[in-house]
Structure formats: C-alpha cells, structure tokens
C-alpha cells in the first residue's frame, strides 16, 4: 500500500492525522451511542391508538383498543368487533391498521385485523390459507399473502 493509500484508510478507519486515532474510535463510539439512544426514545414515543372514538345514536363513545377483538373492512369503513357488540366507524381498514399496536394487532386478510390474544387456533385450509377460530368462536380467513405477518406476530412458523 502506498503512503498516501495508507493515510486515507487510516482515515476512513476513524484515524486522525495527528495520531489520535483512539479519540477518534471514542468520539465515533460515543456518537453511535446517542444515534441508538435517540432511536429508542423515537420508538417509545411512538404511540398508537389507545381509545377510538365511534359515534353511536348521535354520542361519540370512546372505545378502548384493549376491548377490540376483530376488526372487518367494509367499503371505506371497518366494523370494530368488542365482545357481543360492533361498532361502525368511516375509516379505512389500512389506515386503522396503523393506528393499532402492532404488538397487540395483526393483519391476517386484506379485510380483517385480529387482536392476537383472542386466536384460539389455526387450521389448515385450502391453498396454503388458514382459518383463524377466535375464542369466541368467530371463524376468519388468514390469507396466503398476510401469513408472514402472522408468523412474525406469534414467532412459529405455520
């Protein structure tokens, strides 16, 4: 390696020209560090929905995400399933799914969300699909092209 070579690989490595390449590895090392600090704090002040708000009888009542046991698309609105209820709200399925944990919700079909504490169980279906049995007996489709996103959720392969 030429001289010149050297004193550039020396720099790309975080060597300074003055022989203080320690302080440089320090500095980088040191900076890394708050890049992953502002990273997690970024993450943590992600927030997602935790009341929805669903207008009923000319009332807006707040609904709870933790009460959610499904939800269905219906043209641009989606029916929030909470136990023996459902709830009508004019938004769009993908833009709700945004707006739900991730760690608590999972989208199984272009037209379903489930909450993935209320899956019961999965049987094999036809061409790779799924029925999801929630425990409340609620049977859905987890199509082929959602399964990953199921398989992420739970951490087992189908």
């Given amino acids: 390696m030429k001289t ?7 720099r790309a490595a975080g060597e300074r020209p003055n022989g203080a390449g320690e302080a440089g590895r320090a500095d980088l090392m040191l900076l890394s560090l708050r890049l992953i600090a502002l ?26 995400t933790a009460e959610i046991d499904w939800v269905a698309a219906e043209g641009n609105y ?13 938004e769009a399925i993908g833009s709700l799914d945004g707006r739900l944990d991730p760690r608590a919700f999972v ?19 036809s061409h790779g699909e ?11 489709t987890l199509s082929r ?6 398989q992420a959720a739970i951490g087992n392969s189908l």
């Fill in 4 to 10: 010149g070579e050297a004193h550039l690989a020396g």
């Fill in 39 to 64: 990273l997690e704090e970024s993450r943590e002040r992600t927030r997602y929905a935790e009341r929805l708000a669903v207008k009923s009888g000319g009332r807006v009542l707040l609904l709870p």
């Fill in 78 to 90: 989606v029916r929030l399933h909470a136990g023996k209820r459902s709830h009508l709200v004019r």
């Fill in 107 to 125: 989208r199984i079909h272009r037209s379903a969300i489930v909450r993935l504490e209320r899956i019961r169980e999965l049987q094999p279906w």
């Fill in 130 to 140: 799924y029925r999801v049995i929630l425990q409340d007996g609620t049977q859905l």
């Fill in 145 to 150: 092209s959602y399964r990953d996103r199921l």
